[in-house]
């Protein structure tokens, strides 16, 4: 166990370069395990897989617990403690946290038919959330907006690497030729590792997930999924979920997973967790006039939003917000109908169809959404 303060460790940059010289993953033989995946057990037991979000805002944990019955719901599966002190939560001395399951998801990954992964949120032994835990403040505001009927919809952008740090596909000294061919291209030689995304794709359907799409983005090597619209605490879930499963099956792969939004520096974009909202009064015939109601309360608690839009309180997108590359400038609030400048955009079709909904082009890709989300809901329907 590690003694670091979960504090410590906020204000460290986690490095996501050299975590393993060629990793053994990519090179196992895949098919081996099919050998025990066959074997039949008693069917009473289920295994469940318990996710959560470490000290570090930004990584999952996982382990495994096997149940004697079939969970239908998150509040069907017991509690369970973690040793916090190993994973920035806690320290030594008081150690024990606790998993409170809240959202259920089938298994995509193992073999029974049953089993299932459970998103958590962790408490501290004082029964208080965790630092790191943004989930119960945005379901206090959700409590607090519940007749609004709030939803949200979040792409995701991202970007492989390989297992020395370097974008997946790139020359190991030099650069591909300049952005401008990749974006939702086809081809060998202006994509990279396509299988990983259609993969992610089905296993995000098949666990429940309201997988939206995906893209090929500016980038090489970096790449785009969407979920939602979906109410309420939903499509914050999905996301960490969503995340969860594309690191586990790019893992799968021998394949490195960052949600860094300026993996490269200089002429290539960095990466966004674009969250577009709504609420019933936007979704309705002349919404457009609500909608301008809540990008005129965003403009006013910019500063706010910048801290709630990455796990560094801004320093992230300091490296990414440049006001250049599709991104606006992080010291001044902008909007626009259709403009991808902007910190908030109106879609086209939103303003045609007068209704809809908005896109906060602000927070990182390795945001904390159910933050993003709470930060939306208290300034544009609570004026907190
Ligand atoms: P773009 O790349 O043009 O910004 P995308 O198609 O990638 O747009 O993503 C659109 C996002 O908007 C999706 O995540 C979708 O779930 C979300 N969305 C669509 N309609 C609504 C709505 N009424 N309220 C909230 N989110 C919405
Ligand atoms: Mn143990
Ligand atoms: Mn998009
Ligand atoms: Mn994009
Ligand atoms: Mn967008």
């Not at 008081?94 to 995509?108: E, F, G, K, V």
């Not at 090489?220 to 995340?243: H, N, S, T, Y």
């Not at 002349?286 to 990455?310: F, N, T």
């Not at 626009?336 to 079709?349: F, L, M, Q, Y």
């Amino acid at each position: 166990a590690t003694k670091s303060s979960a504090r410590m460790l906020s204000t460290t940059k986690v490095a996501c370069s050299k975590i393993l010289k060629d990793s053994p993953n990519a090179y196992l033989n895949k098919s081996i395990i099919n050998r025990y995946n066959k074997l039949k057990y008693d069917s009473r037991y289920v295994q469940a897989t318990y996710v959560w979000i470490d000290g570090s805002g930004e990584n999952l944990r996982l382990k495994d617990r096997v149940l004697d019955f079939v969970p239908s719901k998150a509040e069907d599966l017991p509690n369970w403690q973690y040793d916090g002190s190993s994973t920035y939560q806690a320290l030594g001395g008081n150690s024990d946290c606790t998993l409170i399951p809240r959202a259920l998801y089938r298994d995509p990954f193992k073999a029974g038919p049953n089993d299932v992964i459970v998103l958590c949120d962790t408490y501290k032994p004082d029964g208080s959330p965790t630092e790191s835990n943004h989930r119960a403040a945005m379901q206090n505001a959700y409590d607090r907006t519940k007749d609004q009927e709030p939803w949200f919809g979040i792409e995701q952008e991202y970007t492989f690497l390989d297992t020395d740090g370097r974008p997946l596909g790139w020359p190991t000294a030099g650069f591909p030729g300049p952005q401008g061919p990749y974006y939702c291209g086809v081809g060998a030689e202006k994509v990279v590792a396509r299988d990983i995304v259609e993969a992610h794709a089905v296993a995000c359907l098949y666990a429940g997930v309201q997988f939206a799409g995906t893209n090929a983005e500016v980038m090489p090597a970096q790449w785009e999924f969407q979920v939602g619209p979906a109410l309420g605490m939903k499509c914050a879930d999905d996301i960490w979920m969503a995340r969860y499963i594309l690191w586990r099956v790019a893992e799968d792969f021998g394949v490195v997973v960052t949600f860094d939004p300026k993996p490269m520096e200089g002429n290539w974009n960095g990466a966004g967790g674009h969250c577009n909202f709504s609420t019933n009064k936007m979704r309705a015939d002349g919404g457009m006039e609500e909608i301008k109601r809540a990008v005129e309360k965003l403009s006013k608690r910019h500063d706010k939003h910048i801290k709630a839009y990455d796990p560094r309180g801004g320093k992230d997108n300091a490296r990414r917000l440049l006001g250049a590359l599709e991104t606006s400038s992080i010291d001044k609030f902008s909007w626009g109908i259709a403009d991808r400048g902007t910190s908030v955009r109106i879609p086209r079709g939103v303003a045609n169809a007068n209704k809809g909904y908005l896109e906060d082009r602000r927070p990182s890709s390795n945001c904390d959404p159910y933050s993003v989300c709470n930060a939306i809901l208290t300034t544009c329907l609570l004026d907190e």
